[in-house]
């Protein structure tokens, strides 16, 4: 009798990214994606561009108020953006 291993194609492709070395950009890549969705459509039209450097993700805004506001939501949108993406790709935000 033959045994089989029978493993699931996303476990597959998960391990194959992993060992390439592609599934954490995969990942933040996916969390920069995720911000117009988590941040709503109003901060979204303001957010000029977005990266992540060193497990921070950097949102440069146009409107100096809604800066300062969402400054003080900052940890809200950390746990919202991971939850977003499945795993914890950053540790904060800075607004720019």
């Known amino acids: 009798m033959f045994r089989r291993d029978v493993q ?4 597959l492709i998960l391990r194959n990214l992993r060992d ?3 599934e ?4 933040q890549k996916r969390l920069v994606e995720a911000w ?5 459509p109003v901060i979204a039209r303001y957010t000029l561009n977005t990266y992540i450097y060193n497990q921070t993700l950097h949102v440069r805004l146009s409107n100096p ?8 939501m900052r940890q809200e949108f950390v ?3 991971n939850d977003a993406v ?4 950053i540790t ?3 607004f720019g």
């Open 8 to 11: 699931s194609l996303k476990d």
């Open 20 to 22: 390439q070395g592609l």
């Open 24 to 27: 954490t950009p995969l990942m």
């Open 36 to 40: 117009p969705q988590v941040a709503g």
């Open 65 to 72: 108020a809604l800066r300062a506001d969402l400054s003080m």
């Open 79 to 81: 746990k919202k953006l």
């Open 86 to 89: 499945g795993e914890q790709v």
């Open 92 to 94: 904060d935000i800075r």
